[in-house]
């Protein structure tokens, strides 16, 4: 991973009022006075730095420079601030002309903002800005020197394409800005600030297009960020309990995620709006569809034919990833019968020697396979090739020859996990549904299935992404945008009449 | 949840269709088998074009007001409000309990003989409460997924059973009339989506008559698919056990691939879910929108009373499979009342008035 | 949350409690492939052959006067958790047929666990032997049915063609299937006449 340092060239400006107690306005506070209770608001934290400054002056003027260890260019710091401030002479200036002074002859930096609160002064330096404060003066200013380390822009792992971008969102909430107004020139793009977390203090944007976008979804979204009453938001995901409808199902994710500029770029042109949150790379999409899960970039990319025959083997896979292992329990469990001839004597004979019954031996290697996914994400590197061999050859080989599972089994689930992955934003779901279906088929035979089948159904078209029902295209049916759904149509049909999400049928909010 | 927006009336029909089409699954013919295709095509239209009949009130009220039965009756006269829940509270759970019974026998007898059938309709009951409690407009949806599983379980059923079509008997017209009112009775048996529509159409929006009449076109060519094939694949074998559908999804294959039945069982149990949530959502409506998931409880505890009763009540049980008594039923919920309260009610009819 | 998993947790311990019990767990049931019928002794022999890989067939033979008395016996008493479900071809002895196939046809087809599409054919007492010698033989047999069917779709080969012939009236008699050790197995069309089965 390649890390750079860079300077922010964009200036921050905030706006919320931020809110902690014990801090006062500064302005009739002495230097001395305001610096104690800085340090005493940060409890004397180490990465708070106060450079205190005697300036050339007749009067005796005093200053500080406040900033956050880490998070400024200390080179630029000298080079803008620094330097000319101590350079410069004010004669017998008072702390007010002093500040004028500054603001017009003597700082370099292009990047310049006047606060007049504690509050704000907080949440500049926590920015990673330099707060300059003189005694006297009730204003301070706040100078755009940012800089520190970040990932680089790098192709997101979790959305890999053939043909596309290999760009990827990163951390900072600027760059990840700068990536979707280079994709979108239209003055129509649009970046709108908020602040969330009460602690954290945490920058969002919502970012839309005006003229695509509806005022009424807009709102709502607005709505519900400033409902939400987190003391620290640290990723979107934490946001995405608050954007999801009230009172509908949660299986299903009515939020979108995305790591990857163009997609969310082609989201925002369907009217779509995004909800980038500094310090993450995932950003937020909404309102989410269940179509959209299996919709890539690349098959945006590709002919129409393949694109169409991925799609459809996009669904085939969710489906096997759904049901193929509790459909395999409750055909061994209650109903043999339904096996054609020859794999009815192979799975009888397979299952005849384990000791398990195929309920308790599906649940079981299904859960295996959990385990070993999960401990091969958080596993060093290094051994997850030992992790591979001991879950191919132990888990796998090793209990079939040794007859505590069966051939079989194992194979109905190695199939099921590999098909959850064509859809991975589906993933948690899918593992909620699979086991449920398991468990349904076991007990219930296919009876159980179709009948979790039909609630769950039920449950998604009851779903809701900010007003747009979840299964929109499918029910309710819309002919107009099934062609990218089932199949993705030529660019020059999708492209004439793009369907703009406020436009699905039965939208509550337009 | 969307439970006031308004959906299109042809996604209400396509469900009402789907519930006229899955009569024919649990249905087990009491018809003559002497009586060739032809006359059973005869009584298949005479029925149909009975239950068109049942149709006409709800369909009156619906253009002419706006609104269904029972919300103008809410609006116009609320002193009559009660009886009018009473009455229809009482056809709804009769009726669900009517596509209950067969249900949950066909399961016992074909799929899990040592099963109890209260169990099942316990099981099936519940889901109906959750689907129910969603609305009106979600279970149209699931309508939707439902017509696709449906036309892909027909497609099985009939196509595998295309390799038994023997023409050997079958096309001729026997049948004297007592056999033709009895055949065109058990045909008008679909009639009951009449009182659904009349109930639930409030919901809708874009509502045309010939809907109503392409859904009753449908439903009498899904049944003369099937009675084709009962006649044609089955022959007398159909008459040998009970639920004929059944048997044709048995004999459907494709070279050594059988087993269509098991696509039967999952067709029939989500139709009478479909079913029975939609009458759960109509007596909800007709009890009142306030506390609904309430009254829903209730009224599916009722069901399963019934049910239980008619399991073990012999009696209890032929009145409420009866096919007459339930046409008859209808006739009263579907044409007699919304009649009796058009005229003797003396309602304006007109929707400028009624909406003022 | 809590109230949903106590009520999801409620709804699982009743149905592991009171859920189907039904289960034919596939490793357990005894899946019947064929059964043939021949003169055994005094009466009937009614023999079950089991689904299988092996190269010789597994087979239990169970004396009765009828299918369903056989079927009845051999769940008792030979084979606990036999399933018909996936019976793919009746053989009949020549010698036998007469005598059982109305009744067992007529039981056949007021069970629902019988595929009617089952294969049904009338076998020389030699091809019956040679069955229960090997199990290549009765995947030859139902090739042998396929063919014939699809050369001359008037014969019935199916249990579902041959009740409905027998319950035909008027009719003189219908084509079946027969099977001939003397010609290799070569399958052949055989006239039978309604009336010689009694009722």
């Known amino acids: ?510 | 949840m969307q439970t006031k927006v308004a959906f299109s009336a042809k996604r209400l029909l396509l469900t009402l269709l789907l519930c006229s089409c899955s009569v024919i699954l649990l249905q087990s013919f009491d018809l003559s088998p002497r009586a060739g295709f032809l006359f059973h095509l005869i009584c298949i239209a005479v029925g149909l074009a009975v239950s068109f009949l049942f149709f006409i009130p709800s369909v009156v009220i619906r253009v002419r007001t706006g609104f269904d039965f029972p919300t103008l009756v809410h609006r116009e006269s609320p002193r009559l409000s009660p009886f009018i829940a009473v009455f229809y509270g009482a056809y709804f759970v009769y009726t669900a309990v009517f596509f209950l019974l067969p249900y949950t026998d066909m399961f016992c007898k074909k799929y899990f003989p040592e099963t109890s059938p209260c169990f099942v309709a316990a099981l099936l009951l519940i889901s109906c409460v959750y689907a129910a409690a969603k609305g009106t407009n979600v279970i149209t949806r699931f309508g939707i997924f439902l017509f696709v599983f449906a036309l892909i379980a027909n497609v099985l059923m009939m196509g595998g059973s295309v390799s038994s079509l023997s023409f050997g008997s079958g096309v001729v017209l026997n049948g004297t009339a007592d056999e033709l009112f009895r055949g065109a009775l058990y045909f008008v048996t679909p009639a009951f989506i009449a009182v659904i529509f009349g109930f639930l159409s409030g919901f809708t929006k874009n509502f045309r008559l010939r809907q109503v009449v392409l859904t009753l076109i449908l439903t009498g060519v899904k049944y003369a698919a099937i009675m084709f094939f009962v006649c044609f694949a089955l022959g007398a074998y159909a008459y040998r056990q009970e639920y004929q559908t059944f048997v044709l999804s048995r004999v459907a294959h494709f070279g050594i691939y059988s087993g269509i039945e098991s696509v039967y069982l999952a067709l029939t149990t989500m139709s009478v879910f479909l079913i029975v949530s939609l009458f759960l959502c109509c007596v909800g409506k007709s009890v009142g929108q306030s506390g609904v998931l309430k009254h829903i409880i209730c009224f599916a505890a009722v069901i399963f009373t019934l049910h239980t009763c008619a399991v073990y009540l012999r009696p209890v049980s032929e009145l409420l499979t009866d096919t007459a008594v339930m046409v008859g039923f209808t006739f009263i919920a579907a044409v007699v009342v919304p009649c009796a309260y058009l005229i003797f009610g003396r309602v304006r009819l007109d929707k400028k008035a009624v909406g003022a | 949350m809590i109230k949903k998993l106590s009520a999801l947790s409620l709804i699982l311990i009743t149905l592991a409690l009171v859920g189907c019990k039904d289960s034919r767990r596939i490793e357990n049931a005894a899946v019947i492939e064929n059964v043939s019928v021949d003169r055994g002794g005094e009466g009937i022999l009614y023999t079950f052959y089991l689904l299988g890989s092996g190269d010789k067939p597994r087979a239990v033979s169970v004396p009765a006067a009828s299918f369903e008395e056989a079927c009845a016996l051999a769940e008792e008493a030979y084979i606990p958790n036999l399933s018909l479900a996936k019976l793919e071809l009746l053989m009949l002895s020549e010698d036998v047929y007469r005598e059982v196939m109305r009744t067992d046809v007529e039981y056949i087809s007021t069970q629902s666990s019988f595929s009617p599409i089952a294969y049904v054919t009338l076998c020389d007492r030699e091809t019956i032997r040679s069955v229960e010698k090997d199990s290549e033989v009765q995947r030859l047999i139902e090739r042998q049915l396929v063919l014939l069917k699809k050369n001359n779709p008037s014969v019935c080969v199916d249990y579902l063609s041959i009740f409905n012939n027998l319950e035909r009236k008027g009719e003189e008699g219908f084509y079946v299937a027969q099977i001939s050790s003397k010609k290799e197995l070569k399958v052949s069309e055989m006239h039978i006449y309604s009336k010689n089965i009694p009722k």
């Open chain 1, 1 to 510: 991973m390649i890390t750079v340092c860079i300077i922010y060239p964009f200036p921050l400006n905030i706006q919320e009022k931020c809110s902690y107690s014990n801090i006062g306005d500064f302005m009739n506070d002495s230097l001395k006075e305001l610096l104690s209770e800085l340090k005493q608001t940060f409890a004397d934290s180490a990465d708070l730095t106060v450079r205190e400054l005697s300036l050339r002056s007749d009067t005796g003027l005093e200053a500080a420079v406040v900033t956050m260890e880490g998070m400024c260019d200390k080179e630029q710091l000298g080079q803008t601030v620094l330097t000319p401030l101590l350079s410069f002479d004010f004669g017998r200036d008072s702390g007010e002309e002093a500040a004028d002074a500054v603001l017009h002859s003597v700082l370099a930096s292009s990047d310049i903002i006047e606060f007049s609160d504690e509050q704000q002064l907080i949440s500049f330096i926590t920015s990673g800005f330099a707060a300059l404060v003189i005694d006297g003066c009730a204003r301070g200013f706040a100078i755009g020197v940012q800089g520190f380390a970040f990932r680089s822009v790098s192709e997101p792992e979790s959305e890999v394409v053939q043909r596309g971008s290999r760009e990827g969102f990163t951390e900072p909430l600027r760059v990840n800005m700068s990536m979707l107004r280079r994709r979108i020139k239209s003055p129509d793009l649009v970046f709108e600030q908020m602040t969330v977390g009460s602690d954290s203090q945490t920058q969002l944007m919502l970012c839309y297009l005006q003229n695509k976008a509806s005022p009424a979804l807009l709102d709502t979204l607005r709505k519900r960020l400033s409902e939400c009453d987190l003391e620290t938001v640290l990723a979107s995901g934490y946001l995405s309990d608050y954007l999801e409808d009230p009172g509908t199902s949660r299986l299903f994710s009515g939020v979108g995620i995305s790591e990857r500029p163009d997609t969310v770029c082609g989201k925002l042109t369907e009217g779509r709006i995004a909800v980038i949150v500094d310090g993450t790379p995932a950003v937020i999409t909404i309102p989410h569809l269940f179509v959209e899960e299996f919709q890539g970039v690349d098959d945006y990319s590709n002919r129409t034919y393949y694109a169409a025959f991925i799609r459809v083997l996009k669904y085939i896979a969710f489906f096997a990833s759904v049901f193929l292992p509790g459909l395999y329990t409750a055909l061994a469990q209650f109903h043999p019968e339904y096996f054609p001839t020859w794999i009815l004597i192979q799975t009888s004979e397979a299952l005849s020697k384990t000791p398990l019954p195929v309920t308790l031996e599906v649940l079981m290697m299904t859960f295996v396979y959990e385990v070993m996914k999960e401990a091969g994400l958080r596993i060093p590197k290094s051994l997850g090739h030992a992790v591979s061999i001991v879950g191919a050859l132990v888990i796998g080989e090793s209990a079939v020859n040794a007859g505590i599972i069966s051939a079989s089994t194992l194979m109905v689930v190695a199939t099921a996990a590999i098909c959850s992955y064509v859809t991975s934003a589906l993933y948690p779901p899918i593992m909620t549904l699979r086991f449920v279906f398991i468990i349904a088929g076991g007990l219930l035979g296919l009876w159980g299935i179709v009948l979790v089948t039909a609630v769950v159904i039920i449950s998604m078209c009851a779903k809701t992404s900010l007003g747009v029902p979840y299964m929109s295209s499918l029910a309710p049916f819309s002919l107009r945008s099934m062609r990218d759904v089932f199949i993705r149509a030529g660019w020059k049909r999708l492209s004439d009449r793009t369907i703009n999400v406020r436009n699905f049928p039965e939208t509550e909010v337009r």
